[in-house]
T-cell receptor, first 112, second 115 residues
Framework: AQSVAQPEDQVNVAEGNPLTVKCTYSVSGNPYLFWYVQYPNRGLQFLLK??????LVKGSYGFEAEFNKSQTSFHLKKPSALVSDSALYFCAVRFLYDKLIFGTGTRLQVFP | DTEVTQTPKHLVMGMTNKKSLKCEQH?????MYWYKQKAKKPPELMFVYSYEKLSINESVPSRFSPECPNSSLLNLHLHALQPEDSALYLC??????????????FGAGTRLSVL
């Protein structure tokens, strides 16, 4: 069965420091992986996706993610965190043609 | 433009009321979705429409009734809801086909409270 796991409920980082939000996946076949961000009382905003090709995927707002097939991971990264990056981040995997399965979410807190 | 518009933003209803949530997109997307999200939880898929036809129903209770009048509009009709149905209801849309590579674009949601 397709699934994703986000092992950390919360990640704390100081502004200006690099950040990593972890995601591991379990899929049969080729994985289609996505990262979304959710600000309070808002919908989800698409950040980036991995379908095929380069293992390092660049997305919106300076975020990138590294696909690692051997470790079945798709960690979200940013070289320098901003206070405005504080939000809830969801990793998701495609299941069937139109269905996304989301991880439990990781709250990112960036401190000034 | 990747905007999905949901109305109303907030809705309070009693358990005997009938109300509807509305979702609209003008990106030419032919797949539209309803999700339910409880506080601090991930979104849970409820329904998927593809080319205006219901393609996925995740065993949602019949008190939730989706409708897709045309390719730009998606409604969710609510009747006899329970307090546990209080949640953020999110609409999303995407291009259809392409084997699931499509990005789903989300609206801001409707915050529903059932009293």
């Amino acid at each position: 069965a397709q699934s994703v796991a986000q092992p950390e409920d919360q990640v704390n980082v100081a502004e200006g420091n690099p950040l990593t939000v972890k995601c591991t996946y379990s899929v049969s076949g080729n994985p289609y992986l996505f990262w979304y961000v959710q600000y309070p009382n808002r919908g989800l905003q698409f950040l980036l996706k991995y379908i095929t090709g380069d293992n390092l995927v660049k997305g919106s707002y300076g975020f990138e993610a590294e696909f690692n097939k051997s470790q079945t991971s798709f960690h979200l990264k940013k070289p320098s965190a901003l206070v405005s990056d504080s939000a809830l981040y969801f990793c998701a995997v495609r299941f069937l043609y139109d269905k996304l399965i989301f991880g439990t979410g990781t709250r990112l807190q960036v401190f000034p | 433009d990747t905007e999905v518009t949901q109305t109303p933003k907030h809705l309070v209803m009693g358990m005997t009321n009938k109300k509807s949530l509305k979702c609209e997109q003008h990106m030419g997307h032919r797949a539209m979705y309803w999700y339910k999200q409880k506080a601090k939880k991930p979104p849970e898929l409820m329904f998927v429409y593809s080319y205006e036809k219901l393609s996925i129903n995740e065993s949602v209770p019949s008190r939730f009734s989706p409708e897709c009048p045309n390719s730009s509009l998606l409604n969710l009709h609510l009747h006899a809801l329970q307090p546990e149905d209080s949640a953020l209801y999110l609409c999303a849309s995407s291009q259809s086909g392409q084997g699931g590579k499509n990005i789903q674009y989300f609206g801001a949601g409707t915050r529903l409270s059932v009293l």
